[in-house]
């Protein structure tokens, strides 16, 4: 699994661990979900400024 960072535009962030991340559109707000597809964590959409993958590497050609 991933780690996310999320930063809120009251200069607060987190780190979150899944798998996936999705916005529900119905609720406005963003589902982290592990890799058997159970939520991890529900993020209000109001207040987020970015979510950043984390753990992704550099490949150079």
């Given amino acids: 699994?991933?780690?996310?960072?999320?930063t809120y535009d009251n200069d607060h962030d987190e780190t979150v661990t899944a798998a996936n991340?999705?916005?529900d559109i119905?609720?406005?707000?963003y589902r982290f979900t592990?890799?058997?597809h159970l939520?991890?964590?529900l993020i209000p959409a109001d207040n987020v400024l970015s979510i950043?993958?984390?753990d992704d590497e550099a490949v150079t050609g």
């Fill in 52 to 54: 950043i993958r984390q």
């Fill in 39 to 41: 939520d991890v964590a």
């Fill in 21 to 23: 991340v999705t916005k």
């Fill in 26 to 29: 119905d609720s406005d707000q």
């Fill in 34 to 36: 592990d890799t058997n």
């Fill in 1 to 6: 699994m991933a780690r996310y960072r999320i």
